[in-house]
């Protein structure tokens, strides 16, 4: 083993910024893959830019992961072709696509220090020594950890330990860097500040990463854009303002911000607005949409984009059920009638009283319609 250990590194070319590793695109094309009767990624297909953030986002099952290891080359597609920087990898092996992978799991070498560790794929390409030596600094100087090289993994704690997985997926550049549930692991305020270091770098250097995630708010934080994934397929791809802001459909409104469900139907449309009235009684606004007067709708709101106000100024009014204090927000639940429960998250200093008789109201622009059948 190349020996890089040092108790305090010097960088070449220290207080200067890391060499830019520009990112690759990559393509995917009607991927497919089945085990046995059983669908696990049906037709997913997306154009990711170089140097952009994708995330998989979806609950178990979903063909997040799935999707994820066809990319890296450890499951062979059914059908369908994968493109990195217009080469065609879709039956390469794995080692041969060049890709970088970081897993929930750091899958450190515990014999060797953390220089040895991120030096180890460079080893196996053949890189001088020189070199070597030179990037795995750079590398480390660029998670924070330059005092750390001659350290073993033991001796680190769970960050310091995903940094240097990190570390060892970016020290020889790969075209696209893929992470599954990198994070998954760490505590909540150690996942918070390892979010902001990896956009910070995957900015800094122009990478290309997808990254695969169950977490919501994760995907909202790190993203370009999020494909949110259901039963092996892409239920819509965008940015997040877009996903949550209008959701094409019921499950990405749900699953991305936990949206309230109100049954309607369409009674009039103006020249802003489609005006639904509720089942619960209520005459609701929403932004204009290309409905059939009469038509049975599902009004889909989140609970941030929902006020407090007077009864005679709501879309709907209820007595509260619950409030629950989360620092600054208020979680509050009103029932509605007619078997409607409606959650609001709400200021603190306008949080109502349990058993308080309360109006809902939102911004028609923050409210999204679908269709339903017809129930005759």
């Known amino acids: 083993m190349t020996d890089l250990g040092v108790a305090t590194p010097t960088v070449a070319g220290a207080g200067d910024k890391p060499a830019a590793a520009t990112g690759k695109s990559l393509s995917v094309v009607a991927l497919r893959k089945t085990y046995g009767q059983m669908v696990a990624v049906e037709d ?14 979806g609950s178990s099952g979903s063909g997040k992961t799935t999707t994820l290891m066809m990319i890296a080359g450890f499951v062979e597609p ?25 897993f929930q799991q750091y899958l450190l070498f515990p014999h060797m220090t953390v220089a040895e560790n991120i030096a180890f794929p460079l080893q ?10 030179r990037r795995v600094f750079e590398t480390l100087d660029l998670v924070g950890l330059s005092g750390f090289g001659n350290r073993k993994p033991r001796q680190l704690s769970g960050g310091q330990q995903q940094r ?48 695969v995630t169950h977490d919501q708010e994760e995907a909202l934080v790190l993203s370009d854009r999020i494909a949110v994934m259901r039963d092996g ?23 991305l911000g936990a949206a309230n469900f109100l049954s309607g139907r369409v009674e009039h449309h103006t020249d802003e607005h489609t005006l639904v009235r ?9 932004r204009q949409h290309a409905l059939a007067k009469g038509a049975r ?20 009014s209820g007595t509260v059920q619950s409030v629950t204090y989360v620092g600054t ?44 059948e017809s129930d005759g």
């Open 44 to 57: 997913a297909s997306m154009e990711i830019a170089a140097g952009e953030f994708v995330t998989f986002l």
């Open 78 to 102: 059914d059908s369908g072709t994968i493109t990195v920087g217009g080469r065609d990898v879709t039956r390469l092996d794995p080692q041969k696509r060049n890709l970088g992978f970081v």
């Open 124 to 133: 196996l390409r053949g890189v001088p020594k020189d070199e070597i030596r």
């Open 164 to 211: 240097v997985a990190l570390c060892r997926a970016l020290v020889y550049r790969p075209p696209v860097i893929l992470m599954d549930e990198p994070l998954g692991a760490l505590d909540k305020k150690l996942r918070d500040q390892l979010q902001t270091e990896i956009k910070n770098i995957q900015r800094e250097l122009g990478l290309t990463v997808i990254y």
């Open 233 to 255: 397929r892409i239920d819509q791809l965008g940015t997040p303002r877009e996903l949550f802001e209008r959701p094409r459909t019921p499950f990405v409104a749900d699953f």
């Open 278 to 286: 509720l089942d619960t009684g209520g005459l609701l606004r929403a």
């Open 297 to 316: 709708v599902s009004v889909a709101v989140q609970p941030g984009r929902l006020d407090v106000c007077a009864p005679a100024d709501a879309f709907c």
């Open 329 to 372: 927000l208020v979680r509050v639940v009103v029932n509605a009638g007619a078997n409607c429960s409606v959650r609001l998250e709400v200021s603190a200093r306008s949080a109502p009283e349990v058993g308080g008789q309360v109006g809902i109201t939102a911004d028609p622009d923050n409210i999204n319609l679908f269709a339903v």
